[in-house]
């Protein structure tokens, strides 16, 4: 079980990774709503959502079967693993390149070049997949490092092709595609991981550690209905504001669910802080206190992230933007909750993967998806932005809910003083927004 240390020297770790690379993305989307429309970034938003969606799957969710795996410390293990995610890359390649050569011969208009946009999905869901079999391997510092030249990289190369081209949104998209391919070729060049020679990988592992393709690929397959729901929460709603032609809508919301990931980067340092310890330590004894006092210290953390977050942006946000992007301001802290909910629902789901039961949180993540989906259909063509950051809350909430009643065949998670506190600080926050808000 780790002591108090170990954990904060590994949050250290991630926290100094996330924050410096993120806080690079989270810097450049301001800026670059001084050279952007928000129907500009509004569109470029929506495919970047959908190239992380449909990378999941088509990946195969390779990126959250992988780290768990890899991290047994089995080399037959790993070297499963790493086959089969080459030949899914492999899949990947032949496929888009055919679906771009044949949309390209088509003339379908998709406002970026088909090609662009195949290479652009590549190198995204290439790069997080390998960066996880990094992490997986014990490289934390190098997984960090990566992900802050990456992010560094599609700075300087956005603001180099904004301010001496003409090429608009179409440079973030070169800007991710090149960084995401330099940053791994530096991680190859630190520790080999593709172009390392090793013994012919069998696909049927024998030994009593091991593990076959299907049992990885089924183990994280099960995982995907989950990830897929949760980033549905978010998303349904660009999908919609673009069907229904509210390309302006897409700008702002894109503003607002950035402002909002500033909450989801630090709850992702913690998250993968506490889904190393959790994995490793889950067979412990008193299983229910354990996990217990991290998710009251977990509230209580989520509670005062989003007090900090919403004075911060409520004092500097007009600073930060442009005036065409002020009205997203209001929506910022509503939208904070649905996050709130989100990280809690990941929280609960370490269960699944502790035990190998991932296939149980598809019953969740299938019902937020459907409320989700009703919601935008039915909230969005009355209420616009409002309607779509309402069906975020609610959706995730039902996600959250659930969970914690399942896991109780698992573990019982009970409310302390730190639970309940963070409960009261979050009514107040809310309270006090709401009230400024009708003023």
Known sequence: MPTKKDFLKKFSIYA???????????????VMTFY???EELGKFDVLLTIVIWLGALAMLNMRDGAFRF?????????????????RILIYNILILGVGATVVYLMGVDLYFNPYLIALFFLSFNFFEVYQQIIRGRGKTKLYVTINVISAF??????MLLLKTTDLKANSLIIAYTVSKLLAALYAEIVYPILFKKRDKIVSTITDENGYSIKQILTYSLFLLPANLAIMGINNWGKLFFLYFD????LGIYAIVVKFSNIFLVITTIYQQTWQE????????????????KYFNNYLLFLALLVTAITVGVGIFYKILIAPEYYESLVYIPFQLLTVVFLALSFFLNLAYECSFEAKRAIHSALLATVVSFILNLILIPKYGIQGGIIANIVASSTMFIY???????????????????????????FAGVVILSIK
């Not at 310890?277 to 217990?292: C, K, V």
């Open 36 to 38: 952007l429309l928000p």
């Open 277 to 292: 310890f959790a994995i490793r330590d889950y067979n412990t004894e008193n299983r229910s206190q354990y996990f217990t």
């Open 70 to 86: 890899v991290m047994t410390d089995n080399e037959n293990v790993f070297r499963t693993v790493l086959k089969l995610f080459i």
């Open 403 to 429: 969970r914690l009643i399942d896991v109780r065949r698992y573990f019982v998670l009970k409310l302390n003083k730190k639970g309940w506190l963070a409960i009261l600080l979050t009514i107040l926050l």
């Open 153 to 158: 990289l599609i700075a300087i190369i956005t």
């Open 246 to 249: 509210y390309d302006y809508i």
């Open 16 to 30: 100094v990774g996330n924050i410096s690379s993120k806080l690079i993305m989270f810097l450049l989307y301001p």
